[in-house]
C-alpha cells in the first residue's frame, strides 16, 4: 500500500484567519503572522469570518469573542462543527469561567486584552506547530475505505460498489466522503452545506436534497431497499456502512 498525499495537503504558506473588529488589534496580528512568514486574512464580523473559513480553510484561525452581532462563541461553535482547525481565542474579560468556557466550547488556546505581540507570537507558533504534526499523522492515515457495499480510493478518487466502478462528480464525491467519515453520525443539511459546498449562507438546502437523490441513484442506494443513507426529517442525513468497515 502506497500513501498519496493530496496536493492540498502539503501546505507551503501559512494562512490565519484574524477574526476581530477592532482594526488596531487585527492589524497587530496580521503583523505577527507576517512576521512568522504567514499571511493573515482579516474579517471584522463573524459572518464575514465564517465565509473566509469555509472558503480558504485556514492553518489557524484567531478569534475575538466580542464581534458584532454573531459572537466568537457561535462562531467557534460553527467552525467546531466542522473542523479540527486550531482556533486561538481573544477576549476582553480576564475570567476563570470565560477561559473555561473557551477550551471547553474547543478552543485550543486563549489570550487575554491587552496582550503583547512576543506572547501572540509564541502562542500563534507553538499552535501551529502542535496541528502540523497532527496533519502529517493523518495524511498517512488511510487511503481506502470499504465496508459491506462499497470501496472508496480516496487518493485516486475511485468509488466501486459491489466492486463496479461507480463515477462521481467532484460534488458527490465530497458528499459521500463526508458521509463516509462520519458513519453512523446525523449530519445537519447546514453542516452538509458548509462542509461539501463550502458555503453556508449562499445556498440552500435543497441542493443537497437533490445531490444526495443523485448520489443514492448513482451508488443504487434506494430509500426502500437499504437503508445505507438515512433521510433524518428536518434535519439532515446519516450514513450507516453496510457490514463491518476496514480503512488502509
Ligand atoms: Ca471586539
Keep these: 500500500m502506497t500513501t498519496t498525499l493530496h496536493p492540498e495537503q502539503v501546505e507551503t504558506t501559512t494562512r490565519v484567519l484574524i477574526i476581530e473588529d477592532d482594526p488596531s488589534i487585527a492589524e497587530a496580528v496580521r503583523r505577527v503572522v507576517a512576521k512568522q512568514h504567514g499571511t493573515g486574512v ?3 464580523d463573524g459572518r464575514n469570518g465564517l465565509r473566509n473559513f469555509f472558503e480558504d480553510r485556514p492553518n489557524l ?14 462562531v467557534l461553535e460553527r467552525i467546531r462543527d466542522l473542523s479540527e482547525v486550531p482556533v486561538l481565542i481573544l477576549t476582553a474579560h480576564d475570567l476563570e469561567q470565560e477561559k473555561v468556557r473557551g477550551l471547553t466550547s474547543g478552543a485550543d488556546d486563549y489570550l487575554t ?11 500563534i507558533q507553538a499552535l501551529l506547530r502542535r496541528s502540523q504534526s497532527a496533519a502529517v499523522a493523518t495524511s498517512s492515515e488511510s487511503t481506502t475505505y470499504r465496508d459491506a457495499n462499497l470501496e472508496v480510493d480516496w487518493a485516486a478518487r475511485e468509488v466501486r460498489v459491489d466492486g463496479e466502478v461507480v463515477g462521481l462528480t467532484k460534488l458527490e ?3 459521500l466522503q463526508t458521509f463516509v467519515r462520519h458513519p453512523g453520525q446525523a449530519l445537519a443539511t447546514q453542516q452538509l452545506l458548509e462542509q461539501v459546498w463550502n458555503d453556508p449562507f449562499g445556498i440552500g438546502p435543497e441542493r443537497v436534497k437533490f445531490t444526495v ?6 451508488l443504487g442506494w434506494q430509500e426502500d431497499q437499504k437503508d445505507v443513507l438515512e433521510a433524518i426529517r428536518g434535519y439532515g442525513y446519516r450514513y450507516t456502512p453496510m457490514g463491518d468497515t476496514m480503512t488502509a
Excluded at 213 to 218: E, G, I, N, W
Design 42 to 44: 482579516v474579517a471584522s
Design 61 to 74: 484561525v484567531v478569534l475575538d469573542i466580542g464581534l458584532p452581532g454573531m459572537d466568537g462563541w457561535e
Design 113 to 123: 486584552k491587552p496582550f503583547g505581540v512576543q506572547e501572540l507570537g509564541a502562542r
Design 173 to 175: 464525491f465530497q458528499l
Design 213 to 218: 437523490l443523485r448520489l443514492r441513484r448513482k
